[in-house]
């Protein structure tokens, strides 16, 4: 049987993603963000991001094709993210892609854009193992899952509490005077800095809370740790060691995260831990993953920093894998949840 050609769309955020998968194998990954639209707000607007996905939507898709060397017809499904996200853009990558479906008469399916991270991972490194732990951490994601089967079966073990990963990054570059978005310009300032200049604290790994959030995370006290210190510091008239704070502050968000992680993989008894999400960029989370999987002989899996980010080849990548195992497809008329459960990993 041949492996199935499938086009992706992701309008989850700010990222107008749009991806082409044979099987495994990728073909296109076209992205045009809206990021420095952004940039000055210190966040995301949700309806300068729908407005510039409505602009992007046909010239990505005409660039995915073309650097994929097929036609719209050749595809044999389409795949589009229904959830989570902000509502409006959800709205714009699911009504583009009904449209294409409808127009070519191909099947469609929506889903989960956490499903669709951990199955990026694919399309570098072979089929997923069953089961495997998958850390996702992005800007509005912070979640640790039990993944038996990437298709239908994702079982959610622990959540952030508060702010996600990624937002407390932006957050503390904010307090830093660092750009937005925050993430990049932090990690390039903690490579210049001590990771153990500042002993910030570690949310939720006390006794108490590791009886009842395991596997949680918490960043909210972790940013306000980092903001009064920097106040403290001003206010004595101390220059802020910039590159010091933003080494410790990233050192204990790598740190709770991997050993929630860890602790996942070794509880569950499973082999292999997934890292995915725009957080997964990040240099240091990277090389403490390797070294702490190691200690413990866990097999790691992390995509190349291009695909942890939003992208359409994550969603076509899911749903190639959605083709091959032969699941049912999305109803013409699924609409989009911008609180998509992650148990849910294809709207029927």
């Known amino acids: 049987m041949t492996e199935p050609l499938v086009l992706g769309i992701e309008t989850s955020c700010d990222e107008t993603g749009v ?25 995301v ?23 994929a060397g097929v ?9 589009v993210t229904a959830g989570p996200g902000l509502a409006g853009a959800l709205l714009v990558g699911v009504a583009s892609a009904k449209a294409l479906a409808l127009g070519l008469g191909k099947p469609i399916y929506g889903v989960n854009h956490l ?24 800007g509005g994601h912070s979640s ?12 959610q073990l622990g959540q952030t509490m508060d702010d996600a990963a990624g937002e407390a990054f932006d957050k503390v570059a904010r307090v830093l005077g ?7 310009y932090v990690d390039a300032a903690a490579q210049l800095g001590d990771p153990t200049a500042i002993d910030f604290p570690r949310g939720l790994m006390t006794a108490k809370d590791l009886e009842k959030h395991r596997f949680d995370v918490s960043f909210s006290g972790l940013k306000t740790a980092v903001a009064r210190w920097v106040e403290r510091e001003t206010k004595a008239g101390n220059a802020v060691m910039v590159n010091d704070v933003a080494a410790s502050f990233q050192e204990a968000v790598v740190d709770v995260l ?22 997964a960029a990040n240099s240091r989370l990277r090389a403490v993953a390797t070294q702490r999987c190691a200690e413990h002989d866990i097999t790691l899996r992390i995509p190349s920093p291009k695909l942890c980010t939003d992208n359409g080849a994550m969603v076509a990548a899911l749903g190639s894998e959605l083709v ?16 998509m459960n992650i148990s849910k990993v294809v709207v029927r």
């Open 19 to 43: 991806g082409i998968v044979r099987g495994t194998t990728l073909l296109a990954d076209a992205v045009a963000s809206s990021v420095d639209s952004h940039a000055r707000y210190g966040g």
């Open 45 to 67: 607007v949700p309806e300068i991001a729908s407005r510039a996905h409505l602009e992007s939507m046909i010239p990505t898709i005409e660039r995915a094709c073309a650097t």
């Open 71 to 79: 036609r719209l017809e050749d595809v044999d499904a389409l795949a």
């Open 115 to 138: 499903a669709a991270h951990v199955c990026v991972d694919q399309l570098e490194h072979g089929l997923l193992e069953q089961p495997s732990i998958a850390l996702l951490v992005s």
């Open 144 to 155: 640790l899952l039990l993944v038996p089967d990437v298709t239908e079966d994702v079982v």
């Open 178 to 184: 660092l750009p937005f978005p925050g993430g990049p």
């Open 258 to 279: 991997l050993r929630k992680a860890i602790d996942a993989c070794l509880s569950q008894g499973v082999g292999t831990l997934v890292i995915g999400g725009g957080v």
């Open 324 to 339: 091959r195992r032969g699941r049912e497809t999305s109803q013409l008329d699924f609409g989009t949840d911008s609180s």
